[in-house]
């Protein structure tokens, strides 16, 4: 089972200001999906990225695809406290095309202040 | 649509007592479903999976298990909670041919 590692860590920003957020493996992803969670709830599903380079947008959201399927991130233009949250990412477990579940990053905790 | 629930939002359980957590999805047949906890500092366990009625798969091994007796169904359970067994129970289910899991809202789990 390979390691997502997500930083940074915790991250508190002003309303308005754009931030990055990464999630790395040194092993190759098959796909890659990322999640918001928010406090007392389940995580809710953001988008899949599959093929290397590519370039998703979900409104502010950016997520981009490393071209090595190595590496990720989640950029987000002009934040507000809407977007508050636990951003995690998350990998399809073994061979199984995703019946057998998915390994997660232990997050990224982010905090818009107004 | 489909949609997932899961309950009781809330559990405050003595050591030594049995748990029975109950998930249930409409809207779709033949899912897989999973139980994962999540801990403080630990992010999200995958503790179970099954992709189909009866069939149970375990990641860790722990003193708790699962059943599905039905299609859309899926129980956490034990027979004596630990303290180590507090924390944030989540069930999810995906498509039978796709990664992407549907979550539910979760249990909070304390053992006291």
């Known amino acids: 089972t390979q390691l997502l590692e997500q930083s940074p860590q915790f991250l508190s920003i002003q309303e308005g200001e754009n931030l990055t957020v990464y999630c790395n493996s040194s092993?190759?992803?098959?796909?890659l999906q990322w999640y918001r969670q928010e406090p007392g709830e389940g995580p809710v599903l953001l988008v899949t990225v599959v093929t290397g380079g590519e370039v998703k947008k979900l409104k502010r959201l950016t997520f981009q695809f490393g071209d090595a399927r190595k590496d990720s991130s989640l950029h987000i233009t002009a934040a507000q406290p809407g977007d508050t949250g636990l951003y995690l990412c998350?990998?399809?477990?073994?061979?199984?095309?995703?019946?057998?579940?998915?390994?997660f990053g232990k997050g990224t905790h982010l905090i818009i202040q107004p | 649509s489909q949609t997932i629930h899961q309950w009781p939002a809330t559990l405050v359980q003595p050591v030594g007592s049995p748990l029975s957590l109950e998930c249930t999805v409409e809207?779709?047949?033949?899912?897989?479903l999973y139980w994962y906890r999540q801990a403080a500092g630990r992010g999200l366990q995958l503790l179970f999976y099954?992709?189909?009625?009866?069939?149970i798969s375990s990641e860790v091994p722990q003193n708790l298990s699962a059943s599905r007796p039905q299609d859309r169904q899926f129980i956490l359970s034990s027979k004596k909670l630990l303290l180590s067994d507090s924390g944030f129970y989540l069930c999810a289910w995906s498509h039978f041919v796709r990664a992407e899991a549907f979550f539910g809202q979760g249990t909070r789990l304390t053992v006291v």
């Open positions: 998350a990998e399809p477990r073994g061979a199984g095309g995703g019946a057998d579940g998915l390994t």
């Open positions: 099954s992709v189909g009625i009866g069939q």
């Open positions: 809207g779709t047949s033949n899912p897989n």
């Open positions: 092993s190759v992803f098959s796909s």
